[in-house]
């Protein structure tokens, strides 16, 4: 780079810089107002890194010029967003409602599988709505017993499904 495209890139640099600490703060409250605060400090990044092969010198409405970038910006960014989740939507496999979820399959074999002791209260609390008075009395049980089982219950299911 000779001197003179030094200098020229150095005032180019300069405008910008000015450009940037007279504006920034001004885009960015512009854009939090529509697109909340993180999203808008990037956006004001990016928008200044988009003007930046502009002379700032020829630039005649400053704000207009850095708000309908940044608004671009926006736009391109949620239109990628939305072609996103159409991409994932159609790559998903279909699930039927009748059919069972993976996590109730498995929450069933735990249960399947739990200690006989601990299952009856598990079921009794958690699939008949019993509360522990109810449950003890059904089971010929003390309260503090059903609390204890039911503890159990849950610690077991909480170690089977890695929780």
């Known amino acids: 780079m000779t001197e003179a495209e030094h200098i020229g890139a150095d005032a180019a640099d300069d405008g910008l810089s000015r450009l940037y600490r007279r504006y920034a703060a001004w885009l960015n409250r512009r854009l939090r107002a529509r697109i909340g605060s993180d999203a808008a400090e990037d956006v004001v990044q990016e928008t200044y890194l988009r003007i930046a092969p502009h002379a700032a010198d020829d630039i005649r409405h400053p704000k207009a010029f850095l708000l309908t970038v940044a608004m671009n910006l926006v736009r391109d960014e949620h239109r990628r967003e939305v072609r996103r989740s159409r991409a994932l939507e159609r790559h ?72």
């Open 92 to 163: 998903r496999p279909a699930e039927s409602e009748n059919a069972p979820q993976i996590d109730q399959i498995m929450l069933s074999d735990v249960i399947a599988a739990m200690p006989q002791l601990y299952r009856d209260v598990f079921v009794l609390s958690r699939f008949s709505g019993m509360t522990y008075p109810e449950i003890a009395r059904t089971l010929g049980i003390s309260v503090k017993t059903v609390e204890w089982r039911m503890s159990r219950a849950l610690e077991y299911c909480a170690s089977r499904l890695d929780l």
